[in-house]
């Protein structure tokens, strides 16, 4: 089990507004990034320190937090964003290790 | 433009220990955490490991006893051996460049958050372990 949790499979109409979200203790602490995979790609950043978009990342992307939550927004979905979503942290205590959610496939109807 | 280029056996046999380099092409080699992630077929992404410039290391705990990370600055390469594989080692292996740093928050009074995150990522390598 993934110690970040999110939600398996999110859905949204086209040009509507979708959020996503990852939840864990050690978010508390550390500021989720969040990474969009597309089918046989690597990972590609897309939100990091809380609310930065990498060069290239559409401002329709955008970053929230709020106790343990943190959430990736988009507005204005669009076709080519459907893709699965991973939000990543950092454990806060003496071991260092990486953490990454479940991921959340998008589905853009 | 800093880029991953990473290269390994693609079969093995299990048992046998996977061994993968990845290559770091423009940029600094120091100040990150160089990362290896890998995901298993149909599933998602899982954090094995990373080490930083001057050697040290951080592992998954469920991979610790197997995993190792090495790092060659002159050549401004990482390596990943992961030990005794088994068919659950089946995956694409990815590297990528690792940044951990802290910001001061005035909430009422300061507080500190840490960010982590991966900004570049090689293409990824794909291991299959079988007999």
């Known amino acids: 089990s993934s110690e970040l949790t999110q939600d398996p499979v999110v859905s949204v109409a086209l040009g509507q507004t979708v959020r996503i979200t990852c939840q864990g203790d050690y978010l508390r602490r550390y500021y989720a990034s969040w990474y969009q995979q597309k089918p046989g790609q690597a990972p590609i950043l897309v939100i990091y320190n809380k609310n930065k978009r990498p060069a290239g990342i559409p401002d329709r992307f955008s970053g929230s937090r709020s106790g343990n939550t943190a959430s990736l927004t988009i507005t204005g979905a669009q076709a080519d964003d459907e893709a699965d979503y991973y939000c990543m942290s950092r454990d806060s205590t003496g071991n260092q290790r990486g953490l990454l959610g479940g991921g959340t496939r998008l589905t853009v109807l | 433009q800093v880029q991953l280029q990473q290269w390994g056996a693609g079969l093995l046999k299990p048992s046998e220990t996977l061994s993968l380099t990845c290559a770091v092409d423009?940029?600094?080699?120091?100040?990150?955490?160089w990362t290896w992630i890998r995901q298993s077929p149909g599933k998602g992404l899982e954090w094995i490991g990373d080490i930083n410039h001057s050697g040290s290391t951080n592992y998954n705990p469920s991979l610790n006893s197997r995993v190792s990370i090495s790092v060659d600055t002159s050549k401004n390469h990482f390596s990943l051996s992961l030990s005794s594989v088994t068919a659950a080692d089946t995956a694409v292996y990815f590297c990528?460049?690792?940044?951990?740093?802290?910001?001061?928050?005035?909430?009422?009074?300061?507080?500190?958050?840490?960010?982590?995150?991966?900004?570049?990522w090689g293409k990824g390598t794909t291991v299959t372990v079988s007999s």
């Open positions: 990528a460049r690792g940044t951990q740093g802290r910001d001061r928050v005035f909430e009422g009074h300061v507080v500190i958050y840490y960010y982590y995150y991966m900004d570049v």
């Open positions: 423009g940029g600094s080699f120091s100040d990150y955490y």
